[in-house]
């Protein structure tokens, strides 16, 4: 089976005034359809870097990632934006959705941007937010909600998307043990039910030991070993 | 697809645009309070220069003039046109003119045994003079001289309150005139008071006088139809210029065609050249006025455009750097450069809807009051005001509006305020959606 995802020998270089900071120095590593994987690594060690490169938000020095058959390493500009838009789901750790916008609204915005009918949005937002327990809390704005709402929100907007895969930078990381764990329990199973394909960077070691696959970085390469891999 | 992201754009430009009210409450006054006072002065200004144009006619004699050549910078008394009855028709007739009042002007000295006083003495048609200005509405006592009335007892004249205290001569008195006589020989004749007239201005009392057009010509020694001056009072709403070329034009077909046998081409013998005048040629000094009072009135609502602009581009680039974090998701997510943009200048369109609609209210209703309610200029000032030479004391301020320069107006503040907001939309697209991201560490 061809991998969804390969990140072939990337590098990324960023420029600080007079030295260059290499943030990943040659990474190479595939992505099954399905799989959930962890992201781990030491601060700075490169992966938001990667992420990033990844979910087609920034371009790499060196090395190329193609998602399928599309090299989204080589893709600028709107048609970055577009395929951002049509494929990829995003969690950050913070600040995840837009203020002025209700919580259906916030879920329902890709979808929006799509062009899919108001009742087709509905329709397919609703029972995720169901799902996820917010059923009563959908016409809330941000600031109304709890950090781990905000966070379940964005999860729901990401899946309500049908993405070929959602990108999670530490979407656990501002939550309390409790909190992280109702929502890595609600990824997972969404991951089964769906079979929507899951990559998220994490520090918290409880996290990692669920994870079906985990890929470890150093310095801005593979540390050994990739458990998934073995 | 396109449809879907405007609206939900749409929604979003709105909501944001309450999310900080006191900016906004503060921006929609600002734009809309300059707009609204830029419309009020500009209703003002054109009321102001419209009645000064009025008085200025009025005061030059007509809108178009015709003279013999020289006479309007001379002021000679030789210095005579004919004026046929067939031809004064044929210029009533001419497309545009209103009226045509014949006139006889003279400077002279008007004494009694005991005193004298300067006075400008008209020689006129009172009921040719009304279309532009009436004397017999200014007449506190008598009556304005016909035509035919006078004979041995003198002929009627009616004098400016003031020159009546200067000679203390009351009705009925009998008066000399001493002038320069057409043919240069210094004359005198014999004038009957029939009547006192008060403009309103102190100085025009002074100097005003009135008489028929016989009194007059009698009195310099004029002959037949002969006259000084022909004032013509035309349709506002066409422009002098064209008025003048239609008045040319039926002055050339005159001396061209048979009617020139019974007068009007030639004084004594010569043929005379006339000179024909708009008002605004006789009255360069208003015309001047009305251009620098013109030209001032929009520097400043310029500037104060330009001010309001920037503090509008200048709030916006402190909305784009607060907002970092959220243009930086909406790129993330897939919303493009020029859609963000879009959003802001959205955002501003929505503002300068809502400022234009609270500007033009108030612009209008201060319109309209003055309209209704006018303001007394000399109550205002407390003083006498005048602009090269014309009164304007007794002038009553009101607001005219004009579609195309309000409309003019409102297209340039609603563009300017739109121009202030694209740098701002600019940077905001200059985001990369990774840099943005970065925020959250
Ligand atoms: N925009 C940038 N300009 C310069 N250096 C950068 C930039 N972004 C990241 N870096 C550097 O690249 C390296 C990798 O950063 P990255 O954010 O990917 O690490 P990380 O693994 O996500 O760390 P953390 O766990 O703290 O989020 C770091 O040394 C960081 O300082
Ligand atoms: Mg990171």
Redesign the interface.
């Known amino acids: 089976m061809s991998a969804l995802i390969r990140v072939q020998d990337v590098h990324r270089t960023y420029r600080q005034g007079e030295i260059d900071v290499h943030a990943l120095r040659g990474v190479t590593v595939d992505l099954d359809k399905g799989e959930f994987t962890a992201l781990a690594g030491p601060s700075g060690s490169g992966k938001t870097t990667l992420l990033n490169l990844i979910g087609c938000l920034d371009r790499p020095t060196q090395g190329r990632v193609l998602i399928e058959e599309d090299v989204i390493s080589e893709m600028t500009g709107t048609d970055a934006a577009n395929y951002r838009l049509q494929h990829i789901g995003f969690v950050f750790q913070a600040y995840n959705l837009i203020p002025v916008l209700t919580a259906r609204e916030n879920a329902e915005f890709i979808l929006q941007l799509r062009g899919v009918p108001p009742e087709v949005r509905k329709a397919t937002v609703m029972p995720l937010l169901e799902r996820v327990g917010l059923l009563d809390m959908s016409e809330r704005r941000p600031h109304e909600l709890s950090g781990g709402q905000q966070q379940r929100v964005a999860v729901v907007r990401a899946l309500a998307a049908k993405p070929r895969l959602v990108l999670a930078d530490e979407p656990t990381a501002n939550l309390d043990g409790e909190t992280s764990e109702a929502l890595l329990d609600l990824m997972l199973e969404l991951n089964k039910e769906l079979g929507v394909t899951f990559l998220f960077s994490t520090h918290d070691s409880q996290v990692i030991e669920r994870c079906r696959r985990v890929i470890r970085l150093r310095s801005g390469q593979l540390a050994q070993p990739d458990e998934g891999d073995a | 697809?396109?449809?879907?992201?405007v609206?939900?754009m749409f929604?979003?430009a709105w909501?944001?645009l309450w999310?900080n009210r006191v900016r906004t409450l503060i921006l929609i006054s600002a734009i809309g309070g300059s707009y609204g006072l830029s419309l009020f002065s500009m209703g003002m200004g054109d009321d102001m220069h419209g009645s000064l144009a009025d008085k200025a006619g009025e005061i030059a004699g007509g809108h178009v003039l015709v003279h013999a050549k020289g006479f309007h910078a001379d002021r000679e008394s030789s210095q005579i046109i004919d004026a046929p009855p067939a031809l004064l028709q044929l210029l009533r007739a001419t497309p545009g003119v209103v009226e045509v009042a014949p006139r006889v002007l003279i400077a002279g000295l008007l004494t009694t045994s005991e005193s004298s006083a300067p006075i400008m003495l008209q020689g006129v048609d009172t009921d040719r003079e009304k279309a532009l200005f009436d004397p017999t509405s200014k007449l506190t006592q008598g009556v304005m001289p016909k035509t035919g009335d006078g004979g041995q007892l003198g002929h009627p004249i009616v004098l400016g309150k003031g020159v009546m205290a200067e000679l203390s001569v009351k009705l009925g008195d009998r008066v000399v005139l001493t002038s320069n006589r057409a043919d240069g020989e210094v004359g005198r004749a014999l004038f009957l008071v029939t009547g006192v007239i008060a403009t309103g201005s102190r100085d025009l009392d002074r100097a005003i006088a009135y008489t028929n057009l016989a009194g007059a010509r009698s009195a310099l020694g004029l002959k037949g139809s002969q006259v000084h001056e022909l004032g013509i009072v035309a349709d506002m709403t066409l422009a002098s210029e064209t008025i003048k070329t239609a008045v040319l034009a039926t002055l050339n077909a005159w001396d061209s065609g048979p009617g020139a046998q019974k007068g009007g081409k030639t004084v004594a013998g010569k043929t005379v050249t006339r000179e024909v005048l708009t008002w605004q040629q006789a009255m360069p000094e208003i015309v001047g006025f009305i251009e620098i009072d013109d030209a001032f009135n929009y520097v400043f609502l310029i500037v104060l455009f330009i001010i309001v602009a920037f503090a509008i581009a200048n709030s916006f680039l402190m909305v784009v750097m607060e907002r970092v974090?959220?243009f930086g998701?909406?790129?993330?997510?897939?919303?493009?450069?020029?859609r963000i943009a879009g959003l802001l200048i959205l955002e501003t369109a929505v503002l300068t809807l809502v400022s234009l609609t609270a500007g033009f209210l108030l612009g209008f209703t201060a319109h309209l009051a003055l309209q209704h309610w006018g303001l007394d200029v000399a109550e205002l000032y407390g003083v006498e005001m005048g602009v090269g030479g014309i009164d304007m004391g007794d002038m009553v301020l009101r607001s005219e509006l004009r579609p195309v320069k309000w409309l003019t107006a409102t297209v340039g503040a609603g563009t300017l305020v739109m121009l202030s907001a694209l740098y701002p939309a600019w940077k905001a697209t200059r985001m990369?959606?990774?840099e943005a991201?970065?925020f959250?560490e």
């Open positions: 697809m396109f449809k879907s992201t609206l939900v929604l979003m909501r944001n999310r974090r959220e998701l909406l790129s993330a997510l897939g919303v493009t450069g020029p990369a959606p990774s991201m970065r959250y």
